[in-house]
């Protein structure tokens, strides 16, 4: 029998506020980790953060943190550290959606987009090798990126552009830190209703507000999904959570589809 258990293991979560990232973070603490939450978003940080202190006697906490500045994720890592002490999982999930396509984005759009979410899984990474290896003990790092970074996209190319780029860091962080014991993995979420679904959908419908955005999403998942579904927040956190756990020990820089279908490689 599979059973999770991260009782006694000190976790960071970044991207904790909403969608995926606060799922992961509810995963981990409903399994008994201690869990300090990052994001932008203090309302939605600090809201995931007392939502897990009504479910169990674990410690939790959280820093606003904006990923694309590497000493705010610095900081956020020395306050989980003066919290908790030894850090064992570290998951990198912040992420944005810029719907541009390939000629209409200016330089500053695709810097602020790559800063977000090619760059802050970069300095995650980063810090978490060097707090691990530290440490000596090991550790788990998942990266979440995306089915849309399997391939190129003409409608969202730079997504896709720092989603794939995602993929290969991960591989390269995971060959670093094999050797230290530390596990890196990468989730690629497929479609999930998440706030970023409704920037995608305002692009697709072409800013039309007679469209039906929900049927429009419905559309997108049908033609999409060989399931016939769009899959959820909570099971790109068991994924997650399977990564971080010992049953995982020898699974070395893969990144698993979550997406009904929707990618076979």
Same mark, same amino acid.
């Given at each position: 029998?599979?059973?999770?258990?991260?009782?006694?293991?000190?976790?960071?979560?970044?991207?904790?506020?909403?969608?995926?990232?606060?799922?992961?973070?509810?995963?981990?603490?409903?399994?008994?980790?201690?869990?300090?939450?990052?994001?932008?978003?203090?309302?939605?940080?600090?809201?995931?953060?007392?939502?897990?202190?009504?479910?169990?006697?674990?410690?939790?906490?959280?820093?606003?943190?904006?990923?694309?500045?590497?000493?705010?994720?610095?900081?956020?890592?020395?306050?989980?550290?003066?919290?908790?002490?030894?850090?064992? &999982?570290?998951?990198?999930?912040?992420?944005?959606?810029?719907?541009?396509?390939?000629?209409?984005?200016?330089?500053?759009?695709?810097?602020?987009?790559?800063?977000?979410?090619?760059?802050?899984?970069?300095?995650?990474?980063?810090?978490?090798?060097?707090?691990?290896?530290?440490?000596?003990?090991?550790?788990?790092?998942?990266?979440?990126?995306?089915?849309?970074?399997?391939?190129?996209?003409?409608?969202?190319?730079?997504?896709?552009?720092?989603?794939?780029?995602?993929?290969?860091?991960?591989?390269?962080?995971?060959?670093?830190?094999?050797?230290?014991?530390?596990?890196?993995?990468?989730?690629?979420?497929?479609? &999930?209703?998440?706030?970023?679904?409704?920037?995608?959908?305002?692009?697709?419908?072409?800013?039309?507000?007679?469209?039906?955005?929900?049927?429009?999403?419905?559309?997108?998942?049908?033609?999409?999904?060989?399931?016939?579904?769009?899959?959820?927040?909570?099971?790109?956190?068991?994924?997650?959570?399977?990564?971080?756990?010992?049953?995982?020990?020898?699974?070395?820089?893969?990144?698993?589809?979550?997406?009904?279908?929707?990618?076979?490689?």
């Amino acid at each position: 029998m599979m059973i999770f258990d991260f009782s006694g293991k000190n976790a960071i979560v970044v991207g904790a506020a909403s969608g995926i990232g606060k799922a992961i973070a509810l995963q981990l603490a409903d399994n008994g980790a201690n869990v300090w939450c990052g994001d932008i978003s203090e309302a939605g940080v600090s809201a995931t953060v007392d939502e897990m202190k009504n479910k169990s006697e674990a410690k939790y906490g959280y820093s606003v943190c904006n990923v694309s500045q590497k000493e705010s994720v610095a900081a956020l890592f020395q306050d989980a550290a003066s919290a908790f002490g030894e850090i064992n &999982i570290v998951v990198n999930s912040a992420g944005v959606f810029m719907p541009k396509r390939l000629l209409e984005a200016t330089p500053e759009d695709i810097k602020k987009h790559l800063d977000i979410n090619l760059m802050g899984i970069v300095y995650g990474c980063q810090l978490a090798l060097e707090t691990m290896i530290k440490q000596g003990t090991g550790g788990k790092i998942v990266n979440i990126s995306s089915v849309g970074g399997r391939q190129g996209e003409a409608k969202s190319p730079f997504y896709a552009l720092g989603k794939g780029a995602v993929l290969n860091w991960s591989q390269s962080v995971a060959l670093y830190g094999a050797p230290h014991g530390i596990n890196c993995n990468t989730v690629c979420p497929g479609i &999930i209703k998440t706030p970023m679904w409704d920037t995608i959908l305002e692009a697709d419908s072409g800013g039309d507000p007679n469209v039906d955005k929900e049927e429009l999403f419905n559309q997108i998942v049908r033609a999409r999904t060989p399931l016939g579904r769009a899959q959820t927040a909570e099971e790109m956190a068991y994924a997650v959570a399977f990564f971080c756990s010992e049953y995982a020990d020898a699974i070395v820089g893969q990144a698993l589809n979550v997406d009904g279908g929707d990618k076979l490689n």
